[in-house]
């Protein structure tokens, strides 16, 4: 059974999804997000990484919405966002991460500066930044995302991040 606990954490990281702040998360808060990293970093919306981010935030999209739109409105309201990922994270605790992985991989895509597949920790600061998580907390994030200490991040380091993110008591 999972906690009341994970379900009052779980709900402090829809304000995160919901990017316009309307009270429910759809697809257009996917494409906002992508809009904006897009901007924060000077790609173009039409560039590979660019399409790739937006497809990256669609299937973001349909992956939260196959698990957590109840009623089928193409909205996830806070109640459904809860209930489903409180489910999901009760069958199966790595599902966020793989349904965000295409979307990790573009994002950190979009912030490697040398196309190494690494991000440097600055970088990471500014996605954070640009998803809505305040300075002092994507410093604190991104350098514990830094486990080897070398000011790199990659694709290996992010993704399990996430779940964690998701799973692990603050």
Do not use: C
């Amino acid at each position: 059974m999972v906690s009341s606990e994970h379900e009052h954490r779980i709900a402090r990281r829809f304000a995160t999804f919901d990017q316009d702040g309307n009270g429910y998360i759809d697809r257009e808060d996917f494409g906002t997000a992508a809009k904006a990293l897009l901007a924060e970093f000077g790609t173009p919306a039409r560039s590979g990484k660019g399409q790739a981010l937006y497809a990256g935030a669609e299937a973001f999209w349909q992956g939260m919405a196959g698990i957590a739109d109840r009623d089928g409105d193409q909205r996830i309201t806070r109640d459904e966002f809860v209930g489903g990922a409180v489910k999901r994270l009760h069958d199966n605790p790595d599902r966020f991460a793989e349904i965000a992985r295409p979307f990790l991989h573009a994002a950190l895509d979009i912030a490697d500066p040398d196309g190494d597949g690494l991000a440097t920790v600055e970088d990471t600061v500014r996605v954070l930044r640009v998803l809505g998580v305040p300075e002092d907390l994507a410093r604190t994030i991104a350098g514990a995302l830094d486990t080897d200490a070398d000011g790199r991040i990659g694709e290996a380091e992010i993704v399990p991040a996430f779940a964690r993110y998701f799973t692990v008591p603050e």
